[in-house]
């Protein structure tokens, strides 16, 4: 079946420490997205890619980082410049059949949890 | 920029009830998408419905259905019959697709749904 793999579910950052979450999809979709979602927030857009090595900042991109090197997969780095990674980080993605994408729903993976030790 | 206001922090009904959930949006925007998604307790986001804004007539996806008014900006969610399987957060977004195959998602701070037995 094919869908959005998102590892790990949980992960715990040190104080100074660089951590990656991965994100993978099998849907041959080009657009990919990085959320985090807060209690009581809706989701917020940290990174988009709609092609392979292209990304674009969304809203609240400081502290992160990210790199599309490959159609499948979208990992997000959350540096120690983010000051509050402590959140839940969900990515997706969008595709369509000749390229329109851009009116299609994303579908997303099943999240990482990320907390501060 | 869009707003999604969802006026609603939590709500209950007794299953096998009717429930609606409310969602407002502000926007000058004339193409447009609006979604509703269900986030359970597992937190994967799952799409429920959708509405593309130049359709009069409301999407309906089996007990799930919207009453789409575009002059007043509002999109609510009417569950019929609901079910235990139903409780979880529910968000409403609002969807401008751009040129270039990019999409701008904006989300609304979601309500919380708990069906009682």
């Known amino acids: 079946d094919g869908g959005i793999t998102q590892s790990p579910k949980y992960l715990f950052r040190k104080e100074g420490q660089n951590v990656t979450l991965s994100c993978e999809q099998n849907?041959?979709?080009?657009?990919m997205y990085w959320y985090r979602q807060d209690p009581g927030q809706g989701l917020r857009l940290i990174y988009y890619s709609q092609i392979v090595n292209d990304f674009q900042k969304g809203d609240i991109a400081e502290g992160y980082s990210v790199s599309r090197e490959k159609k499948e997969s979208f990992p997000l780095t959350v540096t120690s410049a983010q000051k509050n990674p402590t959140a839940f980080y969900l990515c997706a993605s969008t595709g369509g059949a000749g390229g329109r994408i851009a009116n299609q729903p994303q579908h997303f993976g099943d999240g990482t949890r990320l907390s501060i030790l | 920029a869009q707003t999604v206001t969802q006026s609603q922090p939590e709500m209950s009904v007794q299953e096998a009830e009717t429930v609606t959930l409310s969602c407002t949006y502000d926007?000058?925007?004339?193409?447009?998408?609006l979604f509703w998604y269900k986030q359970p307790p597992s937190r994967q986001m799952i799409l429920v419905i959708r509405?593309?804004?130049?359709?009069?007539q409301n999407a309906t996806e089996n007990r799930f259905s919207v009453n789409f008014q575009k002059a007043a900006k509002s999109f609510s969610l009417k569950i019929s019959d609901s079910q235990l399987g139903d409780t979880a957060m529910y968000f409403c977004a609002f969807m401008k697709p751009l040129s270039g195959g990019y999409q701008k998602v904006t989300f609304g701070t979601g309500t919380k749904l708990q069906v009682i037995p």
């Open positions: 926007t000058s925007e004339n193409n447009y998408y």
């Open positions: 509405q593309e804004a130049y359709k009069q």
């Open positions: 849907l041959n979709h080009d657009a």
